[in-house]
């Protein structure tokens, strides 16, 4: 689906406003701080925090009830599946995308003559330097240059070839807010037999991915951002049903196993058959965290979480080109949940400073003043923004 037709799909249904305004009131830093920084850390919701306290709680008082944090585990898998559009069974529980992206790196060899990866010249270093380590193996790692703070299909089609093993690029990048074209990469990558590894950290949760899953390889992301854990521990990992069998679990323990609770011990090596295999031992505590952070989604609904996003991102924009304030230029398909306004001379410290002042909370990425709306936004904080900036 283009962002003009979810768009669409925006005003057709219109939002449920009662309820999702609701969950503005779970998370209370909002009565005070306008926060626009969920591309950092997301807020905390009270379903969180009542989550954290009672499992701690118990587990002070009776000791820890591993059956229950596993169990959270796979509740947390559940959601986040639904959330993307897959099935829990092709989801992988990982610590990290850098993990993630580690263990589609291992699976490769020593490269054959003109094997080559192609890669963002500007992508977060989680999505970066484990493709790195494969220069190593004698992989030539092709970067391709950033244009309006992303990577367009052309760049990366001039850099594909034949000998292309793998394609990795973050959905949505993280300090400009591009959002990949993940059907015309898709494309790029059939034709050369190459392999995509998406890092969707900037897209889980704030935009639908249901759409695109088709066309991916591998995505991962971590629990931190618009899937409001701030205190991470968890990440998760879908990977096409047909590329599981081809990888090998580099990283299997006990957690890998068909039953994890009864693989402690060899000499067996029962592996899970779906993408279980591809898990690493839990956080527990992030995944009593996950589990109530991601029943968030189900609660208000995900297609009403993504179509708030999408208002609320274009009153955003419309706001800030009402204050002369230009954000970098992306059209309509490249546009996501972040916004991102050149910084050019301004001194970030004084101006984040000056916004801070105002509870206005928001980061300087990459040259940019990075602004992110999540559901839990609403009109008056950006109004309050935008009288922050004016005032500067
Ligand atoms: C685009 C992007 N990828 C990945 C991450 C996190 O990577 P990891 O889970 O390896 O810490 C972030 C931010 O934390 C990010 O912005």
């Known amino acids: 689906m283009t962002v003009v037709a979810w768009l669409e799909q925006v005003v057709a249904m219109g939002t449920d406003r009662e309820s999702i305004e609701s969950a503005r009131r779970l998370f209370p830093a909002t009565e005070k701080l306008s926060y626009?920084?969920?591309?950092?850390?997301?807020?905390?919701?009270?379903?969180?925090?009542?989550?954290?306290?009672?499992?701690?709680?118990e587990w002070t008082e009776n000791g820890l009830n591993t059956t229950r944090a596993e169990q959270a585990g796979e509740n947390a898998r559940r959601s986040f599946a639904k959330i993307i559009g897959a099935r829990a069974e092709n989801i992988a529980l990982i610590p990290s995308v850098s993990a993630a992206a580690g263990l589609i790196a291992s699976q490769f060899g020593i490269a054959e003559r003109g094997e080559n990866v192609v890669i963002g010249e500007r992508e977060y270093?989680?999505?970066?330097?484990?493709?790195?380590?494969?220069?190593?193996?004698g992989y030539d790692i092709r970067q391709t240059p950033f244009r309006n703070g992303g990577l367009e299909p052309d760049d990366i089609a001039q850099r594909t070839d034949g000998g292309t093993i793998l394609i990795a690029y973050s959905a949505v990048q993280s300090a400009s807010g591009h959002r990949s074209d993940i059907l015309g990469i898709a494309d790029i990558a059939k034709q050369a037999g190459a392999m995509t590894f998406v890092d969707g950290s900037q897209m889980a949760g704030a935009l639908p991915v249901a759409p695109y899953l088709d066309s991916i390889d591998v995505f991962a992301t971590s629990d931190h951002k618009f899937l409001l854990n701030a205190?991470?521990?968890?990440?998760?990992?879908?990977?096409?049903?047909?590329l599981?069998?081809?990888?090998?679990?580099t990283n299997a323990g006990w957690?890998?196993?068909?039953?994890?609770?009864?693989?402690?011990?060899?000499?067996?090596?029962?592996?899970s058959q779906t993408a279980s295999r591809f898990d690493n031992s839990l956080n527990w505590l992030a995944a009593i965290g996950d589990e109530a952070a991601l029943s968030l989604f189900d609660r208000?609904?995900?297609?009403?979480?993504?179509?708030?996003?999408?208002?609320?991102?274009n009153?955003?924009?419309?706001?800030?080109?009402?204050?002369?304030?230009?954000?970098?230029?992306?059209?309509?398909?490249?546009?996501?949940?972040?916004?991102?306004?050149?910084?050019d001379d301004t001194d970030p410290t004084t101006l984040l400073k000056h916004l801070k002042a105002r509870d206005v909370v928001c980061r300087a990425r990459d040259g940019n003043l990075r602004l992110a709306v999540h559901f839990y936004n609403n009109a008056d904080d950006i109004d309050r923004l935008v009288g922050a900036l004016k005032s500067c």
């Open 36 to 57: 626009f920084n969920t591309a950092a850390v997301s807020l905390g919701s009270t379903i969180l925090r009542d989550a954290y306290t009672n499992f701690v709680a």
């Open 125 to 137: 270093s989680s999505n970066h330097f484990p493709w790195r380590m494969l220069e190593r193996k």
């Open 231 to 242: 205190v991470r521990g968890v990440g998760y990992c879908y990977i096409r049903k047909s």
């Open 300 to 313: 208000f609904g995900i297609d009403t979480v993504f179509n708030r996003n999408a208002e609320l991102v």
């Open 315 to 343: 009153l955003l924009r419309d706001r800030l080109a009402e204050i002369g304030q230009q954000p970098i230029s992306l059209p309509p398909v490249n546009q996501s949940t972040i916004v991102a306004i050149p910084l």
């Open 255 to 271: 957690k890998a196993g068909a039953v994890p609770l009864e693989s402690f011990f060899g000499p067996e090596m029962r592996l």
């Open 244 to 249: 599981q069998r081809r990888l090998v679990p």
